[in-house]
């Protein structure tokens, strides 16, 4: 598998990520990937990562779940094996409406998880490589991905200056595990 | 631009609130001339079956206000300290409201007329095994009291709620202990209005105002269904007063992040409203017991077919499908647009709650009842523009408001 070059920085505070991050995308280095230990509301926007497609998944999940239940029960209950309850029609919608809900929620839910797997790249068994343990403790660290425009030694004293302790380059394997967030490649190449 | 930190009334608001009014009181007049004044028991019943519907969905509406401020409170929330001057405001509506309706439902209970609460008729009762084994709920006595107790006790608490926090705007709070002790403070009465709530509102105040009228019938759900109802109205009217401010240059501090959080709050309960509307139409249908489905007779298979499923499409797909994406939420035009279909949606849900029993062999003519409906509008815009130039629009003292001027969804 190919190589690539990453240059990776800590940052031990929020006030002072957000600018890094800023000044970042402004000298048009490439950015792999923040690894924070929690959730940064407003992070992703700073980043410039585009909206989820997860709830359009999960809105098409759970359409399938009550298009399921409801022809399912339907072709059951009217034509398969029709019986009288009560004196009710076959077609007894309202009766089926819990069931159709569950259905449109189950099928939601499960969807939505291996939706959020697959999006994430996360799989029992597989370590994602997060460059440094401490990202899920103390530090937020920021991984930059080196391109043929990249001069490693300018981007490493550059992510000095902007605020960042122990920068270090890494060189890791290219794969699932790493993510692939870089949809704009040609963007940051050497024209 | 400068800030503007208190509002001041615009003339034109006033001018169109007045109209409104003036316009509502010409449809009770014109409505007490075609019925309330006619000799005819029926026709009276439909005059006053049109002034307890109004009368009491918009007090439930501007009361949810109050409960809406009382559970931030209690679950310590700040992200609604940007705005939480409008509920304030609007839940000021509340003693004025209150005492209409009062007045009306008092003026239905003691009067001659047994139309509308047939149990209020002493010969019949004797002859009627299932009203005279109510006969311990539903008696008049009772009915004054609880009325009286019950609206008097939202609005003593309510204007305590107010007053706590505009205390804050001439003596901020110096060091950690006050503002803790201020905290709890407002904690302790917040809890006990949701007390007084949960007695009346969630439980009691819709079977005696409302369930009443079809006497013979009976859901322990119903309560909570007229609660989902006005609460998710409420949500609407706060959201359509922030927007109306949003617009003139008020509230700076508020931004998309609140307006998609009140729009979370209209969809999430029309979505709730649906479950429990749905959950007892179904058990009923399902068992299938004369008894009970005799309510929903009329309402889903007789005359008022047209009406409660159009209310049915207004109160629950229309926000499911307009208001689930998250930029919708965030759409000043188009939470606006939900807020009054959702306002105009529950008060044709109060209308087949009351009418099909009081007026079971036609449809009565609905635009009197809608020209009501703006006058008490009318009422609603005048008394809240009122009360929200009275104090600044931000609790600037509060200690919460940090938390609203970052908040981020």
């Known amino acids: 598998m190919a190589k690539k070059k990453f240059i990776v920085g800590n940052f031990t505070d929020e006030a002072v990520l957000f600018p890094a991050v800023k000044k970042v995308r402004r000298a048009g280095y490439k950015l792999h990937d923040v690894f924070t230990p929690f959730p940064i509301h407003g992070l992703d926007k700073e980043m410039g990562l585009r909206d989820t497609s997860l709830h359009t998944a999960g809105f098409i999940f759970g359409i399938t779940g009550t298009t399921t239940a409801v022809s399912f029960i339907t072709w059951a209950l009217t034509i398969d094996w029709a019986i009288n309850f009560g004196g009710k029609p076959y077609f007894a919608l309202p009766a089926w409406i819990p069931v159709t809900f569950e259905l449109t929620v189950l099928f939601a839910a499960v969807g939505m998880v291996l939706t959020f797997c697959w999006l994430c790249q996360l799989a029992p068994f597989v370590k994602k490589d997060h460059f440094n343990p ?9 991984a930059l991905e080196c391109t043929s425009a990249t001069n490693d030694t300018e981007a490493k004293q550059f992510l000095q200056t902007i605020g960042a302790t122990d920068v270090t380059i890494e060189t ?3 794969g699932w595990w790493l993510g692939s967030y870089a949809t704009d490649k040609m963007r940051f190449e050497k024209n | 631009m400068a800030i503007r930190s208190t509002f001041t009334v615009p003339k034109r608001f006033q001018t ?6 003036a316009f509502g009181l010409l449809s009770i007049i014109g409505l007490w001339v075609t019925s309330g004044s006619s000799s005819d028991p029926a026709e009276q019943a439909r005059f006053w079956a049109s002034l307890l519907q109004n009368s009491v969905f918009f007090l439930l509406v501007v009361n949810a206000s109050m409960f809406f401020i009382c559970i931030t409170t209690l679950a310590w929330g700040g992200w609604q300290m940007a705005f939480r001057r409008v509920p304030e405001a609007i839940s000021a509506v509340v003693p004025v409201i209150g005492v209409i309706c009062g007045a009306i439902l008092l003026a239905i209970v003691f009067g001659d007329n047994h139309t509308i609460y047939h149990w209020t008729d002493a010969e019949h009762v004797t002859h009627d095994p299932i009203l ?4 311990g709920f539903l008696n008049k006595p009772f009915f004054a009291i609880a009325t009286i107790v019950t609206i008097a006790g939202w609005s003593l608490l309510g204007w305590k709620m107010r007053q706590l926090s505009r205390k804050l705007d001439n003596e901020p709070l110096a060091t950690l202990e006050e503002r803790k002790k201020y905290i709890f403070s407002n904690t302790v009465w917040a809890a006990l209005f949701i007390v007084l709530f949960s007695l009346t509102v969630m439980s009691s105040i819709p079977w ?3 369930m009443s009228i079809d006497a013979h019938w009976y859901s322990t759900m119903y309560s909570w269904y007229t609660f989902a109802s006005t609460f998710v109205s409420g949500m609407a009217l706060i959201a359509l007063f922030v927007i109306f401010l949003k617009n003139n240059d008020y509230l700076e501090y ?9 729009g979370k709050f209209m969809f999430a309960f029309s979505v709730f409203w649906t479950y429990l509307w749905f959950s007892q139409f179904m058990l009923i249908w399902y068992a299938n017991i004369p008894e009970e489905t005799v309510y929903f007779q009329p309402r889903a298979h007789g005359i008022y077919k047209g009406i409660f499923w159009l209310m049915f499409i207004i109160n629950f797909i229309a926000p499911l499908l307009i208001l689930m994406t998250r930029n919708a939420k965030r759409n000043y035009g188009t939470v606006a647009l ?3 279909l959702i306002i105009f949606g529950h008060w044709l849900d109060f209308y087949q709650m009351v009418f099909p029993a009081v007026s079971p062999n036609k449809v009565p003519n609905i635009l009197y009842d809608l020209g009501i409906a703006l006058g008490f509008v009318g009422l609603i815009m005048y008394v809240t523009a009122k009360a929200l130039a009275k104090a600044p629009l931000l609790a600037r003292n509060h200690p919460f408001v940090k938390e609203s001027l970052i908040h981020h969804t």
């Open chain 2, 132 to 135: 005279s084994h109510k006969k």
């Open chain 2, 208 to 210: 005696l105002w409302l």
């Open chain 2, 254 to 262: 508020v931004n998309n992040e609140h307006l998609h959080d009140l």
């Open chain 1, 134 to 142: 401490r990202s899920t403790d103390d530090t937020f660290v920021m």
């Open chain 2, 16 to 21: 169109i609130s007045m109209a409104l009014m």
């Open chain 1, 172 to 174: 890791r394997e290219t």
């Open chain 2, 338 to 340: 939900m807020a009054v």
